[in-house]
Nanobody
Framework: QVQMVESGGGLVQAGGSLRLSCAAS????????MGWFRQAPGKEREFLSE????????YYSDSVKGRFTISSDNAKNTVYLQMNSLKPEDTAVYYC????????????WGQGTQVTVSS
């Protein structure tokens, strides 16, 4: 059973930084993509970034490109999202998720971690 647990959320002032962590277990993650999403109140869930565990290939949405960086520590089965130059509109619950390389859908989700950016 694949499980992910996010941590690292909190309250930060605009312009500040946070690093989110996602500890994964229960899978052979070399066969997976890991992604980060967020959902703000009243809005749909938004894709932010993903990384292919085996190669380190990454992809970012335009909304976070240049400000957020996804990375992984394979020895720890942990994926990170470094978030810089945070804005109030980045306030949301942030989720990590996993999908098999052969799948287009993310099937495994963490419980989420709240990020609040004050102005």
């Amino acid at each position: 059973q694949v499980q992910m647990v996010e941590s690292g959320g909190g309250l930060v002032q605009a312009g500040g930084s946070l690093r989110l962590s996602c500890a994964a277990s229960g899978g052979t993650f070399s066969l997976y993509y890991m992604g980060w999403f967020r959902q703000a109140p009243g809005k749909e869930r938004e894709f932010l970034s993903e990384i292919r565990w085996s190669t380190g290939w990454t992809y970012y949405s335009d909304s976070v490109k240049g400000r957020f960086t996804i990375s992984s520590d394979n020895a720890k089965n942990t994926v990170y999202l470094q978030m810089n130059s945070l804005k109030p509109e980045d306030t949301a619950v942030y989720y990590c998720a996993a999908r098999r390389v052969a799948s287009v859908n993310y099937n495994y989700w963490g419980q989420g971690t709240q990020v609040t950016v004050s102005s």
